[in-house]
């Protein structure tokens, strides 16, 4: 026994290791049997379908401020397709047309069904990309496989979410928490495992026609892009963008487009402050409903869940202008710094904010109209 001890930590550690391996394999295994099925029928329609201009599913799809989820149409992964179409990202990197919409199918059959992070956030979060695309002369401050390693994270940013934030995960001790909670961003990095997932599966790697080089340049775009919409990722680098910011956006420095992609990504994921106040009202609700119903399981726990998670003391006129001031605010406003078409984003947003500051002073708590 004494002999054998000095190796046993090393023992431990790759026991560890191979646990750890096995239960993301099975995670994964789980996801793809379950969540992500393709009907034949499905895909050849998808495969198939010569795809439409964007304007056809609603003429105001270049609008920063209009939200996709005003779109009566089933045939979203087309779409999404379109929109990649008209960024020209299928021609440049030669996206073959069965396989992309096979990928683009497999990421929405690997969301779930929480009421906000679902299928149609990843499809908003999407769509604002394409349309900072079509305002801001095709992002051209940025290369053309920064912008595809973009869009495919915003599409794929919030996989498997499970309507629970990284917090819960840790308290309830999910397998999740076992598989992450030790490198941060735990939801994130299941988010980013699954997207490698569907890349890896057979007749999906979208990126198939790049070179060795822009293969792995891409893929290391999309771990940091889907990271950094852990909002506490985006916190961290908030004072290395306001520098840029003031000191002027450099495109020969390569710390800038990390910077910038990384406030773009942020930008996309928090889309829904600057749509139409309707629009953004109903977003809200649908974001309180998840919040509410993690309130409800930490509760069952015996956790006292955050003023924003507790149906019973939810003050949310308060918490969105905390939010909108803290968080959503200086995204957008940095990003008109940055990218001045985008201002249209921004100028949204105050007006928003000033309708939820209507019903704070009125002491309404939940989502009352200003307008009363």
């Not at 609008?63 to 992964?77: G, Q, R, V, W």
């Not at 047309?97 to 929480?114: C, H, T």
């Not at 999309?222 to 908030?238: E, F, G, R, V």
């Not at 710094?337 to 100028?347: I, T, V």
Request: some cysteine.
């Amino acid at each position: 026994m004494d002999a054998a001890y000095p190796f046993w930590p090393t023992q431990s550690k790759l026991y560890e290791a191979v646990m750890a391996s096995q239960g993301r394999s099975s995670l994964a295994t789980e996801l793809m049997l379950y969540h992500m099925k393709i009907r034949p029928d499905e895909l050849e329609r998808a495969a198939k379908s010569s795809l439409p201009p964007v304007a056809s599913f609603h003429k105001d799809m270049c609008k920063l401020t209009f939200s996709p989820l005003d779109i009566k149409n089933s045939a979203d992964e087309i779409a999404v397709m379109s929109m990649m179409n008209e960024m020209d990202l299928i021609s440049k990197f030669q996206l073959h047309s069965d396989i992309l919409a096979r990928f683009v199918l497999m990421v929405k059959r690997g969301y779930r069904d929480p009421p906000y992070h679902n299928w149609m956030h990843a499809f908003s979060v999407a769509h604002f990309l394409y349309a900072l695309y079509c305002c801001s002369n095709k992002l051209s401050c940025l290369d053309d496989l920064e912008v595809l390693a973009l869009f495919v994270s915003c599409l794929c940013h919030d996989i498997d979410h499970r309507g629970t934030n990284n917090a819960f995960q840790v308290c309830s001790n999910s397998v999740l928490a076992s598989l992450y909670s030790s490198e941060g961003s735990v939801m994130e990095r299941h988010h980013l495992a699954q997207t490698l997932c569907i890349l890896n599966s057979p007749g999906c790697n979208i990126f198939e026609s790049l070179s060795d080089s822009d293969y792995r340049r891409t893929i290391s775009m999309i771990q940091d892009n889907i990271l950094d919409t852990d909002i506490a990722s985006h916190l961290k680098k908030l004072k290395n963008i306001k520098q840029m910011a003031n000191d002027g956006y450099n495109r020969s420095n390569p710390e800038h487009h990390k910077l910038l992609c990384s406030l773009i990504m942020t930008s996309c994921d928090l889309a829904s402050s600057c749509k139409t106040w309707e629009s953004n009202k109903a977003s809200s609700d649908l974001i309180y409903q998840e919040f509410f119903s993690q309130g409800d399981l930490e509760k069952a726990l015996g956790v006292t869940p955050s003023e924003m998670m507790d149906r019973d003391r939810a003050f949310i006129p308060e918490q969105q202008l905390q939010f909108l001031d803290n968080i959503a605010g200086p995204v957008y406003q940095l990003l008109s710094r940055l990218l001045p078409e985008s201002a249209e984003a921004y100028y949204t947003l105050v007006e928003n904010r000033e309708k939820w500051d209507v019903l704070k002073k009125a002491g309404k708590k939940g989502f009352g109209d200003p307008a009363e």
